[in-house]
């Protein structure tokens, strides 16, 4: 059913509280026939303060390397080339893949789970699904080791080359997240991850341990004794919390383990043990963390906080690097780019790796790795740019990203070439099911999203455009929909407790003779505040609401782990 209207037609008013209900829809219900949305291009165009504050000059590159939601970062190497993966939550196709020269230039070569047989995210929450991947690149195979939060647990799938084809996965029978693979000099292989403490939970759920436990290759599974390495964190006697994301490697005759250890939030750090046995004891190092921000003035400019969950690699030139996830707030930890990953050069001292120390804030300019300059790849992932998909491809471009499992494509572009149709469906943005939503990171916090846009609703409860979607009680659509039967622009607005876990319309404009031509749609954002227009004619753009509350499209106010999305949604309530 129509969400509850109480504007007045031919007018264009804001609302503080006109909000109604409608049903979620089946999980995997098909796109109605005949009810859909072209549009003719989408365009996203990012320009932050910082990017001209700092400019890379030769020899340079700027942070981060991978801007917008791509947190959790893992990297292997495979002999002049490198591989980048992140955690993708309940987007699909989960845990993109990246591939670099240099270690600057990223391109995505696709997504590791890209089939229905390999993730399942039915009616999964937007920040449960995927957490934490882990790359190993092996002569003659490719590793990936991975948590299925809620519904499976960990599994390994595996590649002849990091490029695919990936296997289906292979299920390992243990508790905890964050499993990364170790491969030993005696050919024997590990698997470390986060659990519960061998003991009670002596300071409640933060209270976590590092595990570790041989793999058998051949026979898939798990064998000999699963042991607690580290308990709690660095010094137990202060209470860490959510020891994770263990990574060990082996160095100089030593193992050494990093670690996160802080949460995902503004205490984030990266912390590092040693042992001379791969079974331990540990020791920690001398100087720890080895990264953190935590300690640093929050009024300092262009501010990069949450810094851990890191990966160490060594290039083929004898360098150490570090990639690993971080916050750039626009106020008071509030962000709406979700977490991202950065790239830092790793220092030995006695023996032990250290990323940052003392007072050092992570830069945005640093000096590039000495390897062979890569070229740099058609889709931007740093620095401000503008990108422009006219969808005259047969497919979609990586930058495209879907909501749970797709099982049946809803989007075509080859029904009418140049434009991409989106086959409405009867799912909302607010249920569990999957809606017609193709959307890409909000990559700036300063950003803007423009659309082209052909749609006529044929039915109350209709509607189709463009939205700044962070999750399912926290989204701004901005769209045609029909008022009393007559279709109308109008912008909705769902903010958790704050519209009381409804859907709220903040504004509408008639559209009139112009209903069923190209529509204009545009979201801007510039921090905390989103601007929302429309124009009937190339350029000439109508305001319908400004300032409103960016706010609740970060992880402070909504929670979870994931960042803002754009892009362009359809639906229809069905028969």
Not at 64 to 82: Q, V
Not at 330 to 351: C, I, K, M, S
Request: proline share 8%; net charge negative.
């Amino acid at each position: 059913m129509k969400l509850a209207s109480c504007l007045l037609p031919g007018a264009v008013l804001a609302l503080a509280a006109c909000a109604g209900a409608r049903p979620a829809g089946p999980a995997a219900a098909a796109p109605v026939p005949g009810v859909e949305a072209r549009f003719d291009w989408f365009e996203y165009s990012g320009d932050d303060s910082v990017y001209r504050a700092h400019g890379a000059g030769p020899r340079e590159y700027v942070n981060p390397i991978l801007a917008g939601f791509y947190p959790d970062p893992t990297i292997c190497r495979e002999g002049d080339d490198y591989y980048l993966a992140t955690s993708s939550f309940a987007y699909y196709p989960g845990v993109p893949l990246f591939t670099s020269r240099d270690l600057v230039h990223w391109r995505q070569i696709g997504s590791i789970l890209d089939r229905p047989s390999q993730l399942d995210l039915d009616s999964a929450g937007v920040s449960r699904g995927i957490f934490a991947p882990s790359l190993s690149c092996r002569p003659g195979k490719t590793w990936m080791i991975t948590t299925l939060v809620d519904r499976g647990g960990n599994f390994l799938v595996t590649a002849p080359a990091p490029g695919g084809p990936w296997s289906d996965p292979v299920w390992l029978h243990f508790d905890g997240i964050d499993p990364s693979l170790f491969f030993d000099d005696d050919g024997k292989v590990y698997i470390v991850n986060n659990g519960l403490p061998a003991g009670p939970q002596l300071y409640g759920q933060g209270h976590r341990a590092i595990w570790i436990q041989e793999y058998d290759t051949t026979a898939r599974r798990l064998v000999g004794p699963r042991t607690m390495i580290v308990d709690g964190g660095v010094d137990i006697s202060q209470h860490p919390i959510w020891i994770e994301a263990p990574h060990v490697f082996k160095k100089d005759g030593w193992y050494y383990l990093t670690c996160a250890e802080g949460g995902t939030a503004e205490q984030h750090s990266e912390v590092v043990f040693r042992s001379r046995a791969v079974f331990g004891p540990y020791e920690p190092g001398p100087v720890e963390p080895i990264l953190t921000q935590r300690h640093l003035d929050a009024a300092r400019p262009f501010p990069v906080w949450a810094t851990g969950h890191a990966q160490l690699v060594e290039t083929q030139r004898g360098e150490w690097w570090a990639v690993f996830l971080g916050t750039r707030p626009y106020e008071d930890f509030t962000f709406n780019t979700g977490r991202e990953t950065f790239l830092l050069p790793v220092h030995w001292q006695d023996g032990w790796p250290v990323i940052l120390s003392g007072n050092q804030t992570v830069p945005y300019v640093v000096r590039a790795p000495d390897l062979p300059a890569d070229s740099a790849a058609a889709l931007p992932l740093s620095g401000n740019f503008t990108v422009r998909d006219e969808f005259q491809a047969p497919r979609l471009s990586s930058e495209w990203t879907f909501l749970r499992t797709v099982r049946q494509p809803f989007w075509d572009l080859t029904s009418h070439p140049g434009w991409l149709t989106l086959g409405a469906r009867p799912a909302t943005l607010e249920g569990v099911g999957q809606p017609a939503l193709v959307v890409r990171r909000q990559q700036h916090a300063w950003a803007t999203a423009t659309a082209a846009m052909r749609y006529r609703p044929l039915a109350a409860g209709d509607e189709a455009g463009i939205v700044a979607f962070q999750g399912s009680d926290y989204w701004y659509f901005l769209g045609v929909t029909l008022q009393d039967g007559r279709p109308v622009i109008e912008l909705q607005e769902r903010a958790g407790n704050r519209t009381q876990g409804q859907t709220v319309v903040l504004a509408t404009a008639p559209l009139g003779a112009d209903a069923g031509s190209t529509i204009y749609l545009r979201i801007r954002a510039r921090g905390a505040s989103y601007d929302f227009s429309y124009a009937v004619s190339a350029g000439a753009w109508v305001p319908l609401v400004a300032d409103a509350d960016g706010t609740i499209l970060s992880t402070k106010v909504a929670g979870g782990f994931v960042g803002t999305m754009l892009g362009m949604y359809a639906y229809h309530p069905g028969p």
